[in-house]
């Protein structure tokens, strides 16, 4: 299978680099790679949104907060970049043709930020598109898609199949800003939906077994 794998910022970088995970995740990509075609993408998380935030207070435009973020996610790519040993890039992808010549390489493509204007989501989401992936695996601070915010409603409940037409209705309305944190990025969900690429969302617990979540095992959402 070829698959794109959206790692959160938030989860690499929670308050300080986790190390292990970044190890631990690689080593799995790596040994995985002798059946399946992986693309990376690493979002910036919580590091991106505090330069967000501040450059915000200072009275920059989106469009530079954009670029900062961009430049966040891109670190945190370079992290998994080092850890991926012979199968590791020699930079960060900024684009997507870039990404797929380096997988016919035969290293595994690792990306941050590409374009201001939209997040990681949107990024992994075209990228599948582009290199005609077979599985979009998303991992999150939030364990799968809730039919509500479950950091805000604690009544919320989390979906285990979902259509890309029902995760649509869910992130429609989510505000177009820097930084913006939701369960998806609408663009993201616009593109899954036009491309129908089956897409599984799961939380930090689940990135120990990527074997299980591509052979159906995992406690996420998916979405068809
Ligand atoms: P992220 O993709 O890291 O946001 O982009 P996120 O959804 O918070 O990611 P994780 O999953 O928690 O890591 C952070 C910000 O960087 C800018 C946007 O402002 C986005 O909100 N960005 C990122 C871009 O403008 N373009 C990109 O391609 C990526």
Same mark, same amino acid.
Do not use: W
């Given at each position: 299978?070829?698959?794109?794998?959206?790692?959160?910022?938030?989860?690499?970088?929670?308050?300080?680099?986790?190390?292990?995970?970044?190890?631990?995740?690689?080593?799995?990509?790596?040994?995985?790679?002798?059946?399946?075609?992986?693309?990376? =993408? =690493?979002?910036?998380?919580?590091?991106?949104?505090?330069?967000?935030?501040?450059?915000?207070?200072?009275?920059?435009?989106?469009?530079?907060?954009?670029?900062?973020?961009?430049?966040?996610?891109?670190?945190?790519?370079?992290?998994?970049?080092?850890?991926?040993?012979?199968?590791?890039?020699?930079?960060?992808?900024?684009?997507?043709?870039?990404?797929?010549?380096?997988?016919?390489?035969?290293?595994?493509?690792?990306?941050?930020?590409?374009?201001?204007?939209?997040?990681?989501?949107?990024?992994?989401?075209?990228?599948?598109?582009?290199?005609?992936?077979?599985?979009?695996?998303?991992?999150?601070?939030?364990?799968?898609?809730?039919?509500?915010?479950?950091?805000?409603?604690?009544?919320?409940?989390?979906?285990?199949?979902?259509?890309?037409?029902?995760?649509?209705?869910?992130?429609?309305?989510?505000?177009?800003?820097?930084?913006?944190?939701?369960?998806?990025?609408?663009?993201?969900?616009?593109?899954?939906?036009?491309?129908?690429?089956?897409?599984?969302?799961?939380?930090?617990?689940?990135?120990?077994?990527?074997?299980?979540?591509?052979?159906?095992?995992?406690?996420?959402?998916?979405?068809?």
């Amino acid at each position: 299978m070829r698959i794109v794998l959206k790692i959160g910022g938030s989860l690499v970088f929670p308050d300080k680099i986790d190390v292990e995970l970044v190890k631990n995740v690689s080593k799995q990509i790596v040994s995985l790679s002798s059946n399946h075609e992986f693309l990376v =993408v =690493v979002g910036g998380g919580t590091i991106a949104r505090e330069y967000i935030r501040a450059l915000k207070d200072i009275g920059k435009d989106d469009t530079f907060l954009d670029f900062v973020g961009m430049e966040v996610a891109k670190l945190n790519a370079s992290l998994f970049m080092g850890a991926l040993g012979k199968k590791a890039p020699v930079e960060v992808s900024n684009d997507f043709k870039h990404a797929l010549s380096t997988l016919y390489l035969g290293k595994i493509p690792v990306l941050g930020g590409t374009h201001p204007g939209h997040t990681t989501d949107a990024v992994s989401s075209m990228l599948a598109e582009f290199v005609g992936a077979d599985l979009f695996l998303r991992f999150t601070n939030v364990d799968g898609v809730y039919d509500k915010d479950p950091r805000k409603f604690s009544d919320a409940k989390k979906l285990g199949k979902i259509s890309h037409e029902t995760l649509l209705e869910i992130v429609e309305g989510t505000k177009a800003e820097a930084g913006v944190n939701a369960v998806i990025d609408p663009l993201a969900a616009k593109i899954l939906k036009r491309s129908k690429i089956k897409t599984i969302v799961c939380g930090k617990e689940e990135l120990k077994n990527i074997k299980a979540i591509i052979e159906g095992k995992h406690k996420g959402t998916e979405i068809f």
